[in-house]
């Protein structure tokens, strides 16, 4: 393709650079020395999604076709945010990464390295021919070379796609993560992101897939506008870093068994926090308080209540919860069920329903004419 016949996209530069620029910027505010609270992967994270945002934004405009070896160089990096992604949430969540096949994650990350090597030693024609059939793809009449191009591209995408993946794998899987103990707000807005990273990196892969130019374009662009909702979340709340932080120390550092615990008389403490004065009732009530409570570690409370009662710690509330409710029902029949889902702890009456239906096998509806029978 001549430069003459190149398609230059000012809207695609403008928006995917300013993006990109944003999160390098936002990298380097991270990384300096007052920010202790931020750990390297984080930054590393928002840097390499920085250089992402703006490696896409010189192909999608047209300019990687005018000077192809800056197109090239950060593509082997780019299979690198996943593993970084992963290694991040190891810290969040659970432990440092260890073990001898840690390699094992950044091998598309080496390959790719080496395919850049023979290319720019090869010949850079190769280079422009293949950014060439990256953006002139079509899905009836590919090759195995044009599936070859879709390959390297989507890789990074799919790499990302899968390391997120484990985000909920890994909430669902250990009710005791650190993510329960966090506000609903931020779980809600962690969990909305996921999802919607989700939705824009599968557009993302099957718009080169199926050669539908505009997903990829506009899953590109949605890349920017996360980067900026995280950002103005963080401004928002900007206690969010340090309850992250707080949380993460407790559980490093705790001990982790309970072997030496009065797991009995704890069990017993629970209840009658629970019982006699109404801990259930606040609705902001998370892990970690009621952990300092009972003088025992986060980590120590969700094993007990996981290993002895079988259950998490919302659900150990919203049984409280659910049993004070119904007390409230039977003593004053004529009260409202809104009234009664605020008094004992729940911030909406849907989330009262569905932990009410799930303890009782009722609805309050149900329950409350059940005792008119």
Same mark, same amino acid.
């Given at each position: 393709?001549?430069?003459?016949?190149?398609?230059?996209?000012?809207?695609?530069?403008?928006?995917?650079?300013?993006?990109?620029?944003?999160?390098?910027?936002?990298?380097?505010?991270?990384?300096?020395?007052?920010?202790? %609270?931020?750990?390297?992967?984080?930054?590393? !994270?928002?840097?390499?999604? #920085?250089?992402?945002?703006?490696?896409?934004?010189?192909?999608?405009?047209?300019?990687?076709?005018?000077?192809?070896?800056?197109?090239?160089?950060?593509?082997?990096?780019?299979?690198?945010?996943?593993?970084?992604?992963? *290694? $991040?949430?190891?810290?969040?969540? +659970?432990?440092?990464?260890?073990?001898?096949?840690?390699? @094992?994650?950044?091998?598309?990350?080496?390959?790719?390295?080496?395919?850049?090597?023979?290319?720019?030693?090869?010949?850079?024609?190769?280079?422009?021919?293949?950014?060439?059939?990256?953006?002139?793809?079509?899905?009836?009449? +590919?090759?195995?070379?044009?599936?070859?191009?879709?390959?390297?591209?989507?890789?990074? &995408?799919?790499?990302?796609?899968?390391?997120?993946?484990?985000?909920?794998?890994?909430?669902?899987?250990?009710?005791?993560?650190?993510?329960?103990?966090?506000? &609903?707000? *931020?779980?809600?807005?962690? !969990?909305?992101?996921?999802?919607?990273?989700?939705?824009?990196?599968?557009?993302?892969?099957? #718009? $080169?897939?199926?050669?539908?130019?505009?997903?990829? =374009? $506009?899953?590109?662009?949605?890349?920017?506008?996360?980067?900026?909702?995280?950002?103005?979340? #963080?401004?928002?709340?900007?206690?969010?870093?340090?309850?992250?932080?707080?949380?993460?120390?407790?559980? +490093? $550092?705790?001990?982790? &068994?309970?072997?030496?615990?009065?797991?009995?008389?704890?069990?017993?403490?629970?209840? =009658?926090?629970?019982?006699?004065? /109404?801990?259930?009732?606040?609705?902001?009530? +998370?892990?970690?308080?009621?952990?300092?409570?009972?003088?025992?570690?986060?980590? =120590?409370?969700?094993?007990?209540?996981? =290993?002895?009662?079988?259950?998490?710690? %919302?659900?150990?509330?919203?049984?409280?919860?659910?049993?004070?409710? /119904?007390?409230?029902?039977?003593?004053?029949?004529?009260?409202?069920?809104?009234?009664?889902?605020?008094? @004992? #702890?729940?911030?909406? &009456?849907?989330?009262?329903?569905?932990?009410?239906?799930?303890?009782?096998?009722?609805?309050?509806?149900?329950?409350?004419?059940?005792?008119?029978?």
């Amino acid at each position: 393709m001549g430069s003459n016949s190149i398609q230059y996209s000012n809207l695609d530069l403008f928006i995917l650079g300013f993006g990109g620029f944003f999160c390098i910027v936002w990298a380097t505010g991270l990384a300096v020395p007052k920010t202790k %609270n931020v750990h390297i992967f984080g930054v590393l !994270f928002v840097l390499i999604s #920085g250089f992402r945002l703006s490696w896409e934004a010189f192909f999608l405009s047209g300019h990687a076709l005018d000077a192809p070896i800056f197109y090239f160089i950060p593509l082997p990096f780019t299979y690198a945010i996943g593993p970084i992604l992963y *290694l $991040y949430l190891s810290k969040l969540t +659970r432990s440092d990464w260890k073990g001898k096949y840690v390699f @094992v994650h950044f091998i598309p990350l080496l390959l790719m390295m080496n395919l850049w090597i023979a290319l720019f030693f090869i010949d850079t024609e190769i280079m422009v021919q293949l950014i060439s059939n990256l953006q002139n793809l079509s899905y009836t009449k +590919r090759n195995l070379y044009d599936w070859l191009c879709t390959a390297i591209v989507i890789g990074p &995408k799919i790499s990302i796609f899968y390391y997120s993946m484990l985000i909920p794998i890994y909430y669902f899987k250990n009710r005791n993560t650190i993510l329960e103990s966090l506000p &609903k707000e *931020l779980q809600i807005f962690s !969990f909305g992101l996921i999802i919607y990273v989700w939705v824009m990196i599968l557009a993302d892969i099957f #718009g $080169y897939i199926f050669s539908i130019k505009s997903w990829y =374009q $506009y899953s590109a662009w949605s890349h920017s506008i996360v980067a900026i909702l995280v950002y103005w979340f #963080g401004r928002y709340r900007p206690e969010t870093l340090l309850e992250y932080q707080a949380i993460i120390h407790k559980v +490093r $550092y705790a001990k982790s &068994k309970v072997s030496g615990l009065a797991v009995n008389e704890i069990i017993l403490n629970m209840n =009658q926090l629970m019982t006699e004065e /109404q801990f259930y009732a606040d609705e902001d009530l +998370r892990i970690l308080r009621f952990a300092e409570e009972l003088g025992i570690s986060m980590h =120590q409370l969700s094993e007990i209540l996981n =290993q002895n009662l079988n259950t998490n710690f %919302n659900d150990f509330v919203n049984q409280h919860r659910v049993k004070a409710a /119904q007390k409230y029902i039977f003593d004053e029949p004529n009260r409202s069920l809104l009234s009664i889902a605020m008094a @004992v #702890g729940f911030n909406s &009456k849907s989330s009262f329903n569905r932990a009410f239906k799930k303890h009782t096998n009722m609805s309050p509806t149900e329950y409350k004419a059940s005792l008119r029978e």
